[in-house]
């Protein structure tokens, strides 16, 4: 069976021989097909809207390897914390991930599995948890309904919702990760308001920023502004940690405000907060410069080690986030 991988899963275990400037921490798997997926989704390269390398996810790219030669790779890897299989809608997708899972299960490789869907049936995920799947990414991608059908997500929002119940009553609230993409037009009040209304559910939330891939509908749409990146990285982390983060914002016309006390004590004890600005997943999940370019700007740092190294980006763009309270969209 033939499946793709990430250049830096590749790198890794030795199947490619490239450079790499940070590992990535988990195996990351792609579902394999030629003419991508049959969803039209307008920023994603696997989309059939799309003109882009089939070996694209975001800017990061994923060429095809034998299943069996990736598992073994993998295996003798101990970098790795955890797999990650990532799907496309395609005939027989479902069918696909179960032979991935017990391949790795047949090579002995016991690491965590996470698997990111679309919507499926209740019995499925069932299947996905009798197999040792412990977490489940669903890409809503957008935060609002509008933006949802925008953007041609498949299926519709309230599908999502109920694939997304479904998920929890499986796999517990607390197994469940919502990737939402920052800069694909949803304003910050409705992108907040989103992490509120997720996270209110008891589900986390994956961050990314928006990132153009050439020949996508969406490639000449701007990279999110970083500064406002660094806000809503903010929100999501004091969401999470269940403060009401009514009290640290000023919304205004619908434009959101951070207060400058908040990000001054971020500032001022910095050390303590590096975990905000961290790449946002599943355990063990790093995604290196899945968003960004080796050279920066880097709206997810995939270690600390990593963000100490561009601590005085990171801190000069805090100074400008205190001054300004983040840029008015
Ligand atoms: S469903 Fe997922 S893989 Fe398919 S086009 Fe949309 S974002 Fe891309």
Redesign the pocket.
């Known amino acids: 069976m033939i499946v793709r991988a990430s250049i830096g899963t590749l790198a890794t275990i030795g199947l490619l021989n490239i450079d790499i400037v940070e590992k990535p921490t988990t195996a990351y798997i792609l579902l394999y097909s030629q003419s ?6 307008m ?8 003109t882009s390398s089939k070996s694209l ?1 975001s800017r990061v790219s994923w060429p095809e390897v034998d299943l069996k030669v990736l598992t073994r790779g993998i295996k003798g890897c101990d970098v790795f914390e955890r797999v990650c299989i ?4 395609k005939e027989g997708f479902k069918e696909d991930v179960l032979k991935i899972i017990n391949t790795l299960r047949s090579e002995g490789i016991g690491k965590p599995v996470s698997v ?1 869907l ?1 919507p499926t049936d209740k019995d499925y995920l069932i299947l996905l948890k009798d197999l040792g799947v412990d977490y489940l990414g669903i ?1 809503f ?1 957008a935060a609002t309904p509008k933006t949802f059908n925008l953007v ?3 299926y519709s929002w309230q599908t999502y919702l109920e694939f997304l119940r479904d998920c929890m009553d499986v796999f517990g609230p607390n197994k469940i990760y919502i990737h939402l993409i920052y800069g694909l037009g949803d304003n910050d009040l409705e992108f907040i308001n989103a992490m509120k209304y997720f996270i209110g559910l008891g589900v986390r939330i994956a961050l990314f920023a928006f990132t153009p891939v050439k020949g996508t509908p969406y490639e000449s749409r701007n990279k999110p502004n970083i500064i406002n990146y660094r806000k809503v990285q903010i929100l999501r982390y004091l969401l999470t940690l269940g403060y009401n983060v009514d009290d640290y914002i000023i919304v205004n016309n619908g434009n959101v405000y951070l207060r400058r006390e908040l990000v001054r004590n971020i500032l001022e004890n910095i050390d303590g907060y590096l975990n905000v600005f961290i790449t946002s997943g599943c355990p063990g999940c790093n995604r290196p410069f899945y968003n960004e370019s080796v050279r920066g700007p880097y709206y997810n740092y995939p270690s600390t080690n990593f963000l100490r190294k561009h601590i005085s980006d990171l801190m000069r763009e805090l100074r400008i986030l205190m001054d300004e309270g983040g840029s008015i969209r």
């Open positions: 991508g997926c049959l969803g039209t989704c920023f994603c390269s696997q989309s059939m809207l799309s996810v990532q799907t496309v809608i990111s679309t890409g991608d041609k997500k498949p």
